[in-house]
Each structure stands twice: as structure tokens, then as C-alpha cells.
């Protein structure tokens, strides 16, 4: 067993080869220009080159390989790692079985073919996703309903039922489990104490506090709900948008009073900012750079492995973006913006990117 | 030296509708493991059996549903004297997958009631938690069942870690939330507020935090003694209807019963074609199969597959490729007095196909080791007793126990102790103690043939499998094991006043040399990382065969110890009357047998994993694991 002094040194080392393969600016205006054949070569994506695949089984393809790159470095990272170490960044991760268990449970309230429902599940590590065997083989919805009653997800089975019951949309199920995962989250960052607390803090907290607002501002302003359901949806930062800033946040009528009554520097951040997309681009560059600082200058090695598998999933969504783009014949000028090389100049051009999309997908989960 | 089984590599093929046939006769020969590998013939690509095992997988997890509701009695023995092993043919199986299927819809139907049972159930038992506690307070319960003019009241119950959240969530609605008790993961709250424009926000509210409403009955203040004859009534109400829908179930269940019970003997007869799946492949009508058989068993699996296929089949049998030495599996150790020993090593690995198996030497070795060092014949009788005592919970490890215990009573009568006790038994020999130099020469001698048992192993291992350099020049090789002896040789001219030996000498110098040299040739760096690392290796060779020579004077040192701290218990009852004496030799005794015996047994694995294994067992092996047919119990 390494010492704890070892298991940093290794683990600092391990991060700090790793992050070589981060993309900067430069490599990611060379991707930009690249066709298919050459981002395969270079990435080796052999699926990209069989045409005898439809360009959505292509583009699925892609994301489970790119998936699976993010999580087998995720798993070569934790392997030295001591538990509370090992399980804030696996809680992190966690975020893909979450996807399963969304599409699991939305396929079924849909009565699809079970085969389909395996077929659009991502192939995860067991240490990121014990199967659920049992839920994918439930037969009916109340079966399902009742597997989740019983099984580690019965506080989100309620939210389930009613869906089921009265026909609704599954949105607030999804925002149940969303809502789960990210106060899961900021639990296991508060069971450090030692100095690994406070950049841990610090990159969470920059993550949470970017959720936190973007949900306020989607549920208020997008889906018209009272400040009290918001509030009800929200996850408290530790950083800048804690509880007590959450509850006046949310009673603010409009956007630009939100945006202004903002803690520093977000308030400065996104004093420009007329768009629910603005803030979401804006907030995910402030993500980056916190996870960058903390890359480069963190003392706490656990922050700095999580740190890189933040940017790394960044960069791995980026390329999805330009290959999705690519598969699907999108303009020069869309696939750009996807890749924030160019600016939007109108919001509404946004929609059809895959980039934007995986994106959304990223930041919702 | 005790020799691996030898193998054998067959291919069998097979038509199409023979493969459920083929498949149980290879199951009912138990020595076919099978070989995952794909051929290598592209158009074998087929998987004839993949709809078969969805279908068994399916099939079977609706009977395992189904038996959660319905007792279905365990299958009885498969007994193939009554030809009851049969082949279950894919139709068949899809037809009882279908008929599993059409039961488990109604079972569900029947789960569900039982489930909405349950939860009035939770429901009824919360809300008499919640009106016990009503009582204490001095408040007008009425008030909290109706709405008011101005005021909402909403009591009921939400689990605890939504409750925080909520709390905000419903002062920003101008409302305030009161927990008034905890139980288990549930909060019991009151939420009360003004009515008006926000009842429609709270109601959203409280549906995503999983609020539960707790009604307040009618009469709560004027007549308790009422309202608790009223709860109870519902409790009985609500058993009743639960027994009465169990007993609709076993009256539904009961015509199909005998069905259930041959559903569960055909999944387990349609087992061994779904445990072959992996390495099933097909061309049309051509089905490969491959696996690994013990060369003894080879015969008989050809005569049953000739006996028991109705259509021709091809069968071709040779030797494992040395590229294949990896895959080819290992019949482990089956010898009962062996087992624990063998299990024991696993926990290290499996050996490779034709490395040495180390169980025997394990065992003679461990016995030695542990009963040398923990000698007594009281505490070695306590051991083996309490084995046996414990047998039927530690299962087949009881033997380790006794054997242990044994070994470390025959040490008890050559160094005469029992129980510490030196002056009771005539000992075969001495006690450790009385002469602890002629000890410390014993264990070293001991290590230095331990040692040397290893090494030739890991030189065995090598040239089994032509590994001529690596048995010369590598790790433990023969110019190691050379260097050890010239060493060791060396040592003894020392020992006895002697100058080393010009023998001694040049045999030590040549055999580093001889290793420096191959380290050199096999080193690609720069020529000062050379120099260093190439020294360095060297350097760990003097020492490393120093210290783990060394190393086996714990045998001795264990051995003393184990004496001194018998003397030491004496010392102390010495100092107390007669009750504390008897006393003090009873925990003391207790005493060095938990811990000393513990630290013993860790020493001796210690030597076993470091000192022997990592010279000569690889383990990096896998162990025979041939397709079988369950004949009884349910499948898992």
C-alpha cells in the first residue's frame, strides 16, 4: 500500500501526463478544419468510417467510445486513490449511470421494445454502473415502479408514478434524479476536512454554482414555475449561489435582475448576457478556467485528477460536437459556434448543432 | 515434483439442429471447458445460440419473479437412469417462455395489490405514530383537519432529505413548515399558511418532495378510545385483505403448480447451451464448438458424442500451442487434507497450465513453519479442538485448523511444553530455549534449503516451457541459484574462522558477472544509466539473497519468544495466591494463543507469499471450470 505522500506524487504525476491531452486553442481551430477520415486516424474512431451505418448509429458509436475514453482515464485515476478520494470523484462519474437509468425508465413509461431500450444504453465500467438487470428486465410499468420503490432509487420512484398515473412528461423525474446527483455531489465533497476541502470546494462549488443558476433561470424564465418550485428544484452551492442567495434569486422577475443581482464576479461575468444560452456559454468558460487554475496550481491531488476529467469531458463533447456536425452536414459557421471558435449571432442558430445539444446533455446531467 | 494434468485442445463440429444434443453431452461428460476464442475461419461468424440464451435469460427471470410470489417447490434430483436428461429444443423453449410469460402478467397484477396493500399498510402505522403524538399537544385538532377562512393546513409526512429544501421551498410560498417527529427516514411535518394564490405553487411543491398527506380523524378530541378501536379495525381490515389475496394467489397458482416445478428441470436441462453461448459459433448449418479437455477424458467424450448425436459430427483433438499456454486451464488441487492449503494459495493465484502446482510444498512447509514456531502441545490441542468444535461454520477450512493444531502439538513433544509448562513432559529433543544459537543455525539452515527448493522450481518452471535463457540468466535461475550456494558455501568457511574460499570466490564472482553481462545486453539506455542500473541490479542480488536468508530466522526467534512468553505468564501468577495463579495461566495462555498464534500464522504466509511464491509460482493461471448440468436446486 503507497503512502500518502506516494499516492499523491503518483497521482500528480499520472494528472499532470494526462493533461497533455487537453486541447488548446490551437488544436482545437486544427480539429476544426479537419474532414472525417482524418479526425478517425487521429482519434481512432474506426466507426466513422463505415458508411454502411446510418450517421445516428455513427454519432452513437462516437459517444459511447468517447464515453468510454473519459471513464477508462476516470478509472486509472482512482485506482490509487484512498476512499473518500475515490468516491467524490466516482460520484462525479456517476453522471453517465444517471443517463442509463433516465433513458431505462423513460423507455419503459413509453412501453419501448426492450431491445431498444439495451440498445440506447451506454456500455459502462461496473465501478461507475452496477447493472441494473433488474430494472431493464421489469415487463410492465408497474413492475418498474415497484423495482424503484425498492431499490436504491425509491426517493425518486414517487416522481415516477405520477408520471406514469397521470400521463405526464417525465421532466420532473428527470429533474428529481438531475437534482439527486448534484446534492450526492456536494455531500461527498463536505466529508473532506483536511486541505483537500477548499479546491475541492472550489471546482464543485463553480460546477453547482453554474447548474444552480442556469436551472433558476430555465425554470423561471423558460418553464414559467413560481419561485417556490424553483427554489424546490435548485442544489446549493458552497461556493457563490448558496441557500440564502438561492431564496432571494429566485423571488427576482426577470433575467437582467437576476444576472444583477449576482455575487461578484459572476455579476460582472454576465452584466452582457441577454440570453438563457449567453449565461449557459459564459458560465461553462467560467467552469473551465476554475478547473484550469485548479489543474495547474492545486495543491490537493484529488482536485487536480478531477479537475483534468472535467476539461477532458469538455474537450471529448467538443469533438462529438465537430463529429456530429460533420456526419450530419452542418454549415462551417454552425459547427464553429458549437466549438465557440466563432460567436453566435443569433441564439436561435444554436438549436440543430449536436455540439449545443451534447452540450445541454452535459450541463442538465 | 507433482505434475499439472495434461490437456488436450478439441474442436468440434457439429450440424445445427444437434447442437442443444451436443451441448448436453459435453455437460454430462464434466470435462469439456469451454474455449471463448472465435475461430479463425471468417465465415464461422455466426452466433447459433444467442436467440437461445435471451430466450433462457428471460424465461428464467420471469420463473425466478414468479417464485417470488408463488412457492414453487425445488426441483427434484435429475436422475439420468429415468432418461430424465433430455434435450430442450429452442421451440420448446420459446413456448415456455411464452406461457411464463402470460403467468407473470397476472402475478404482477397480484404484486401490485399486495403493494398497494403495504402502503396503506405504512400509512395507517404513520398515522398512528402521528395521532399518538397529537395527543400530548394542547391544540384544537380540528383545526388542522379543515381548511380555515385565512389559514391552509397541510400535515402529513416527507422524507428527511428532501425536508430541508422543502422548507425553503415553502416559506417562499409565505408558508412555515413544523417538524414535529422523525421516524425511520420519514419527517412528520405541519405546513401551515395563508389561503389564497399560492395553495396551487405549494401543491407542486409538495408532489416533488414526495409529501404523503396524513388525514386527521374525525373525533381525535372527543372519543381517543374510539379512534384507536378505528385504527385497529383498519389494521385487521387491511390483514385480511392480505391474507385473502395470498389466498387468492395459492388458489389461482395451485393448477399450474407442477407445471412451474417442470419449467424450473427445463431451464436447468436448457443450462449448458447457454453456458457454451460464448463460444458457440456458425456457418449456415455448421456450428463450431471448442474448448479444453484433460487427455484422459478425450476418449470417453468422443464415444458419448458418438453415441448421443443422431447427424455426423467432426472432432479433431491436439496438444496446446506454447502461445497458448495461457488460456489452457488448470485442473486445481482435489485432495480433501490438501483443499484449505490449496485455497489458501489461491488467494494468491492459479498456476499456469504446466507450472508447478505449490499446494503440496505449501502445506508440508506451512505445517513445519507454523508448528516450529508456536510449539506446544496444550494450545496445539486448543487449535485442532477448537477446529473441530467450529467445523460445520468454517466449512472445509476446519482441516486447516486441525492440521495446524496438530503440527503444532508434534513441536509440543519435542520441545516438551504443554501450555507452557516445560517440567510435565519429557521432551523428544529440547526446548528452544535452552540452546538458541543451535536454533538460529537450524532456521538459517532451514531458509537456505527453502530457498534453494525454490529456486530450482522457478528453474523447472522455466525449462518446462523451453524458457532456456530465462532458466540460466533470469530471476532464480541456475546462475542465481549457483551464486546462492557459492554464497552460502562461503559463509560456512566464514563461520567456522575460515577465509572466504577461492572456490567460493570465483564461483560468486563468475555468476554475478554472468548476470551483470546479460542485464547489460538486455539494458537499452544511455551507457551511464547502464552502468547504474546494471550495478544496482547486482547489488540487489548480494542482498536481497543476504536479507531473505536472513528472513527465516524469525522461525527461531518465534520459537524463543513463544517460550519467554510462557515464562513471563509464570512469572506473574508466581506473584498471586493460588486462585490467581490458575488464573493468570489461563489468560496467559489465552492470551498467546490469540495473539501470538495470530502473529505466527502471518509470519509463516509472509515467508510462504514472499520468500517462496514470488520466486517461483507466476499464478497467473486460471482454473478448470468444465460445463456441467445442475441436477437439483433452483437456479440462482
Known amino acids: ?257 437576476v444576472l444583477a443581482a449576482l455575487p461578484p464576479p459572476l455579476d460582472t461575468l454576465l452584466s452582457e448576457c441577454r440570453t438563457i444560452i449567453d449565461v449557459q456559454r459564459r458560465m461553462g468558460r467560467h467552469v473551465a478556467h476554475a478547473a484550469q487554475r485548479l489543474l495547474l496550481q492545486s495543491p490537493s491531488a484529488v482536485a487536480r485528477a478531477l479537475a483534468y476529467l472535467m476539461l477532458r469531458e469538455m474537450d471529448l463533447y467538443l469533438l462529438f460536437a465537430l463529429i456530429q456536425g460533420r456526419l450530419l452536414n452542418l454549415s462551417t459557421e454552425v459547427v464553429d459556434i458549437a466549438l465557440e471558435i466563432i460567436e453566435p449571432t443569433c441564439p436561435w442558430n444554436l438549436a440543430p448543432t449536436g455540439g449545443t445539444a451534447a452540450r445541454h446533455r452535459a450541463a442538465a446531467a | 515434483m507433482p505434475r499439472p494434468r495434461i490437456m488436450k485442445h478439441v474442436r468440434l463440429l457439429v450440424l445445427t439442429e444437434d447442437l442443444p444434443q451436443a451441448s448436453l453431452t459435453l455437460a454430462q461428460t464434466e470435462s469439456f471447458h469451454p474455449d471463448t476464442r472465435p475461430p479463425l475461419e471468417p465465415a464461422l461468424s455466426g452466433l447459433p445460440g444467442r436467440t437461445y440464451r435471451d430466450t433462457y435469460y428471460q424465461a428464467r427471470s420471469r420463473l425466478d419473479k414468479i417464485a417470488k410470489l408463488i412457492a414453487v417447490p425445488e426441483a427434484p434430483m435429475l436422475d439420468p437412469k429415468l432418461d430424465q436428461v433430455r434435450v430442450v429444443e429452442p421451440a420448446e423453449l420459446v413456448q415456455l417462455d411464452d406461457w411464463l410469460g402470460q403467468i407473470w402478467q397476472k402475478a404482477s397484477g397480484y404484486e401490485e395489490e399486495l403493494r398497494r396493500l403495504d402502503d396503506q399498510e405504512r400509512l395507517i402505522r404513520e ?91 374525525e373525533g381525535l378530541d372527543d372519543d381517543p378510545q374510539q379512534l384507536r378501536q378505528d385504527l385497529d379495525a383498519q389494521h ?68 458419448r458424442l458418438g453415441q448421443s448425436l443422431a447427424l455426423p459430427f467432426d472432432l479433431r483433438v491436439r496438444d496446446p500451442l506454447p502461445t497458448e499456454r495461457k488460456l489452457v486451464p488448470t485442473v486445481t488441487t482435489k485432495n480433501r487434507l490438501l483443499e484449505p492449503f490449496a485455497m489458501l494459495v489461491q488467494q494468491y493465484g492459479i498456476p499456469e497450465y504446466g507450472e508447478v502446482d505449490p499446494t503440496p510444498l505449501f502445506a508440508v512447509t506451512f505445517l513445519l513453519m507454523f508448528g516450529s514456531m508456536f510449539g506446544d502441545v496444550g494450545q496445539g490441542a486448543a487449535i485442532a479442538g477448537l477446529a473441530w468444535w467450529l467445523r460445520a461454520r468454517l466449512g472445509r477450512f476446519w482441516l486447516f485448523g486441525l492440521m495446524a493444531g496438530l503440527a503444532s502439538m508434534v513441536f509440543g513433544f519435542i520441545y516438551g511444553s504443554i501450555f507452557g509448562y516445560e517440567e510435565v513432559l519429557p521432551a523428544l529433543w529440547m526446548s528452544p530455549i535452552h540452546d538458541p544459537i543451535l536454533m538460529l543455525k537450524i532456521a538459517l539452515g532451514y531458509g537456505v534449503v527453502f530457498l534453494t527448493i525454490a529456486c530450482l522450481i522457478a528453474i523447472y518452471n522455466r525449462l518446462v516451457i523451453k524458457n532456456w535463457w530465462g532458466a540460466l540468466f533470469g530471476h532464480h535461475g541456475i546462475v542465481n541459484l549457483v551464486f546462492y550456494l557459492a554464497l552460502v558455501w562461503g559463509g560456512l568457511h566464514l563461520g567456522r574462522g575460515e577465509s572466504f574460499g577461492t572456490v567460493p570466490t570465483f564461483l560468486v564472482s563468475t555468476a554475478l558477472a554472468a548476470l551483470a553481462w546479460y542485464a547489460w545486453r538486455h539494458l537499452e ?77 502471518i509470519q509463516v504466509m509472509r515467508l510462504q507469499y514472499y520468500e517462496g511464491f514470488s520466486r517461483y509460482f507466476a499464478g497467473e493461471g486460471h482454473a478448470f471450470a468444465p460445463l456441467k448440468l445442475r441436477r437439483g436446486s433452483a437456479p440462482s
Open chain 2, 236 to 303: 385487521l381490515a387491511n390483514r385480511v385483505r392480505h391474507q385473502s389475496e395470498y389466498e387468492r394467489i395459492a388458489e389461482w397458482s395451485a393448477p399450474f403448480l407442477e407445471r412451474l416445478v417442470a419449467a424450473r428441470r427445463t431451464l436447468m436441462l436448457a443450462e449448458p447451451l447457454v453456458a457454451l453461448d460464448p463460444s458457440v459459433r456458425s456457418s449456415g448449418h455448421l456450428v463450431h464448438l471448442a474448448g479444453w479437455v484433460p487427455a484422459r477424458a478425450v476418449d470417453d467424450l468422443t464415444a
Open chain 2, 127 to 217: 398515522q398512528e405514530a402521528a395521532l399518538a403524538n397529537f395527543q400530548h399537544l394542547q391544540i384544537d385538532l380540528r383545526m388542522l383537519r379543515n381548511k380555515t377562512r385565512f389559514l391552509d393546513f397541510y400535515v402529513g409526512i416527507v422524507p428527511r432529505e428532501n425536508l430541508r429544501q422543502l422548507e425553503g421551498a415553502v416559506g417562499l410560498a409565505d408558508h412555515l413548515l413544523h417538524v414535529y417527529m422523525q421516524r425511520g427516514d420519514q419527517s412528520h411535518v405541519v405546513i401551515i399558511g395563508p389561503t389564497g394564490t399560492t395553495e396551487a405553487q405549494l401543491s407542486a411543491v409538495l408532489d416533488a418532495a414526495d409529501f404523503q398527506p396524513l388525514p386527521i380523524p
Open chain 2, 525 to 601: 539506455a544511455p551507457l551511464g544509466e547502464k552502468i547504474l542500473v546494471v550495478f544496482i541490479e547486482t547489488l540487489e542480488t548480494v542482498i536481497g539473497y543476504i536479507s531473505n536468508t536472513l528472513s527465516f530466522l524469525r522461525i527461531a526467534a518465534f520459537s524463543l519468544n513463544h517460550v519467554a512468553l510462557s515464562i513471563a505468564v509464570f512469572t506473574l501468577a508466581g506473584m498471586m495466591g493460588a486462585f490467581g495463579h490458575v488464573v493468570t495461566v489461563i489468560l496467559g495462555n489465552v492470551f498467546i494463543l490469540v495473539l501470538e498464534g495470530g502473529i505466527v500464522m
Open chain 1, 1 to 257: 500500500m503507497m503512502s500518502n505522500a506516494a499516492t499523491h506524487a503518483y497521482l500528480n504525476t499520472r494528472v499532470a501526463v494526462m493533461a497533455t491531452r487537453l486541447f488548446d486553442p490551437d488544436t482545437i481551430g486544427q480539429l476544426s478544419q479537419m474532414q472525417l477520415p482524418e479526425l478517425a486516424e487521429r482519434f481512432g474512431l474506426a466507426a466513422l468510417l463505415d458508411e454502411q451505418l446510418s450517421a445516428r448509429t455513427r454519432g452513437r458509436a462516437i459517444e459511447q467510445t468517447l464515453i468510454q475514453v473519459l471513464l477508462a482515464e476516470l478509472q486509472v485515476l482512482v485506482r490509487p486513490m484512498p476512499a473518500t478520494e475515490r468516491a467524490v470523484v466516482l460520484a462525479w462519474g456517476r453522471k453517465y449511470a444517471l443517463f442509463n437509468l433516465k433513458t431505462l425508465i423513460r423507455g419503459k413509461l413509453y412501453a419501448l421494445d426492450q431491445q431498444e431500450i439495451r440498445d440506447s444504453l451506454f456500455d459502462l465500467p461496473t465501478i461507475i454502473d452496477p447493472p441494473d438487470q433488474e430494472l431493464l428486465r421489469a415487463e410492465n410499468v408497474p413492475e418498474l415502479l415497484r423495482q424503484l420503490e425498492a431499490g436504491p432509487h425509491r426517493l425518486i420512484a414517487r416522481q415516477a408514478r405520477e408520471a406514469y398515473e397521470q400521463r405526464r412528461e417525465p421532466f420532473a423525474l428527470e429533474a428529481a434524479i438531475d437534482q439527486r446527483y448534484y446534492a450526492g455531489l456536494a455531500r461527498q465533497v463536505m466529508q473532506f476536512y483536511d486541505t483537500n476541502l477548499h479546491p475541492l470546494q472550489q471546482l464543485i462549488g463553480a460546477e453547482l454554482d453554474r447548474t444552480a443558476l442556469l436551472w433558476l433561470l430555465r425554470f423561471r424564465f423558460s418553464y414559467q414555475f413560481s419561485p417556490s418550485e424553483t427554489f424546490y428544484q435548485l442544489v446549493p452551492s458552497m461556493r457563490l449561489l448558496h441557500r440564502a442567495r438561492l431564496l432571494t434569486l429566485v423571488n427576482v422577475e426577470d433575467l437582467t435582475g
